[in-house]
């Protein structure tokens, strides 16, 4: 995960005013649909619309039975999740893994998790998930929930006076920058728990908490994994390149953002700052991306930058990075 980045100010910077009323959101159960379709083994009732899930697109007809049933499982707090339709290993692992990156909102479950299969056939008949110490119960993850919740409408509210999608991201990349705070020691990391409830996060905290906010928003967020590279990489001093940030649909187009860098840069400035704010992939310097990530839109749209919608900002190509 990528540490804090030192910059030196090259240009001008118009900061923008946000105030307005609040609003609530409803949930995101008009994303989905009732009736279970494309499904050979799984009788479920959610269908994944892939303007919002993309992962799951991408997966095979087996893969795509194991996602649901992952889905419906943990969603309702199930940590043993029964498996039916003869899916292999390999759907389950592609199955998990699609389901954490298309759905921040399963804040409470960890990345690891085991498998019951038979030995003849190979078949999977269960999952066993892992939650956060603080779902560990019942109770403990109905609390989880509406503190969680609780955070996100705090954004959300303020979200709601605004017409615009790219107005609306605009508030809530500020309120999550503003909120949170890059912590390569920061407990429950890889969830966006960490970052809204705990204040507290890395790269992929933030991604999961602004995908997840922008979803409840209406407006096609994913989360995109990769790594990050060049000047950058030897400013930290580490090793791990690994890095996450988000693509948003903008309109009909996709732009790259990454908060948490940008939190990083305004921070090293002393003052707001949109380096990585709706870039074009050409425009994106110091990430690539890697693994099913590669397949997600091309972001094409130049047009839809902080400086171009806003005013000044200082640019990616106006960085200096220092050990």
């Avoid at 159960?29 to 009736?35: E, H, K, R």
């Avoid at 619309?49 to 893969?63: E, F, I, K, R, V």
């Avoid at 890059?182 to 890395?202: E, G, I, M």
Wanted: aromatic share 14%; glycine share 8%; net charge negative.
């Amino acid at each position: 995960m990528m540490r804090r980045l030192t910059a030196i100010l090259m240009t001008a910077v118009l900061i923008l005013a946000m105030s307005g009323c609040s609003i609530l959101f409803p949930d995101k159960s008009d994303l989905y649909q009732t009736g279970y379709s494309g499904q050979t083994a799984y009788a479920g009732t959610t269908v994944f619309d892939p303007s919002y899930y993309p992962y799951y697109s991408m997966l095979g007809t087996g893969a795509k039975d194991a996602y649901a049933m992952i889905y419906d499982g943990i969603s309702a707090g199930q940590t043993t999740v029964k498996l039916s339709g003869g899916v292999s290993p390999q759907d389950v692992k592609d199955a998990f893994n699609m389901v954490l990156l298309d759905h921040p909102e399963l804040f409470w479950v960890r990345t690891d998790f085991n498998y019951s299969y038979i030995e003849v056939t190979g078949a999977v008949t269960s999952a066993q998930f892992n939650f956060y110490d603080f779902a560990s119960t019942p109770e403990g993850l109905a609390q989880a929930k509406r503190d969680f919740e609780q955070a996100a409408n705090a954004i959300l509210s303020g979200a709601g006076s605004y017409n615009t999608a790219v107005e609306k991201e605009l508030y809530i990349h500020d309120a999550l920058n503003g909120t949170a705070e890059f912590d390569v020691s920061a407990k429950y990391s890889q969830s966006a728990y960490s970052a809204l409830v705990l204040h507290r996060s890395v790269c992929a905290g933030y991604a999961r908490a602004f995908q997840y906010l922008m979803q409840k928003c209406g407006i096609p967020c994913y989360y995109c994994m990769g790594t990050a590279d060049g000047d950058a990489v030897a400013a930290t001093g580490g090793t791990d390149t690994s890095h996450s940030w988000n693509i948003v649909r903008t309109g009909h187009t996709f732009c790259n953002v990454d908060c948490m860098w940008d939190d990083s840069v305004s921070n090293a400035y002393g003052k707001n700052q949109y380096p990585f704010f709706n870039l074009a992939d050409k425009d994106f310097k110091y990430h690539t991306r890697t693994g099913q990530s590669v397949n997600l839109p091309v972001c094409q749209d130049e047009n839809q930058s902080y400086s171009k919608l806003f005013g000044k900002t200082v640019e990616v190509g106006d960085l200096v990075f220092k050990k």
